[in-house]
């Protein structure tokens, strides 16, 4: 890329500024995508420099969506899926795994990027037997997610709620616990939350100098919190074992190349009462 929106990328349309990096194009590059501009890579290079394990946190957290949603198809019977902070389609989404394991599984997506929006549409096409939605809101209004995921999903069955890598954009302050607390109460029992976000667990300065770095260059600012924060979000739930953990040490799959090392990031899922 040379200064221009990649080939396979939307020209920016009303509500996509292409001149400052956004997290879920710069996902995407970290991902191997084409989903992104100039300003994307450079900010995700920048942020690589400093923090090189980003790329490897990208790419650890689809392979734990998987096995996630996996789990809650196969192990506890989940067939209906809330996917809020989607981000740019790639490979393994949620309803592709949802759908592969029982392709009567229904899945809703929430995003409020435009650029999500436009792909969304064009790619998050699921089964016959299915169905596959997309809702344009912001996690900051759990009530009108609720309202518009009902008219796919039926909340009077379990739901399994996905916060992949999404509730550190919302601060304490802004109430990120309580909008959590309000989605998984709009919940009946037997749902499950799926949640993972970057804390600082291993690496010390690194983070937390591409993250001031980022979150000073535009964009919309992540907040990394204590493991201790982290784990508040599943108060009053039953984590599923292992718990809370680093991301690559949820249910693994066996490999015995690739050592379980913990990284900056932790996950769990809970099941409602």
């Known amino acids: 890329m040379t200064g221009e929106p990649p080939p396979t990328g939307p020209v920016p349309a009303s509500g996509i500024d292409a001149s400052v990096p ?46 996630i949603v996996r789990h809650l198809v196969h192990e506890a019977g989940v067939r209906q899926f809330l996917d809020i902070g989607t981000g740019l389609p790639t490979v393994d989404n949620t309803h592709e795994v949802a759908q592969r394991a029982d392709p009567s599984c229904r899945v809703v997506y929430v995003d409020n990027d435009p650029l999500v929006l436009a792909h969304a549409r064009a790619l998050l096409v699921g089964t016959p037997e299915g169905a596959t939605d997309y809702v344009h809101a912001d996690l900051r209004d759990p009530g009108a997610i609720i309202s518009a995921a009902a008219r796919t999903l039926d909340l009077d069955r379990p739901v399994a709620l996905m916060l992949m890598g999404i509730v550190g954009y919302v601060t304490d302050e802004e109430g990120a616990h309580d909008i959590v607390r309000r989605l998984v109460d709009a919940l009946p029992s037997g749902s499950y939350l799926a949640l993972w976000d970057g804390v600082n667990l291993v690496t010390g300065e690194a983070l937390d100098q591409a993250q001031d770095d980022y979150n000073s260059g535009g964009g919309v600012p992540y907040n990394l919190r204590t493991p201790e924060r982290f784990a508040a979000f ?15 040490l949820w249910r693994p799959d066996p490999d015995p190349l690739a050592p379980l090392e913990e990284v900056d990031a932790l996950c769990g899922v809970a099941r409602k009462r």
Request: net charge negative; glycine share 8%; charged share 25%.
């Open 234 to 248: 599943f108060d009053g739930m039953d984590l599923v074992e292992p718990g809370v953990v680093s991301l690559p």
């Open 22 to 67: 956004h997290a879920a194009r710069m996902w995407n590059y970290w991902l191997g995508g084409k989903d992104y501009y100039d300003v994307d890579r450079v900010a995700g290079d920048q942020f690589s420099q400093t923090f090189p394990d980003i790329v490897h946190i990208a790419r650890l957290s689809r392979h734990l969506l998987a096995r």
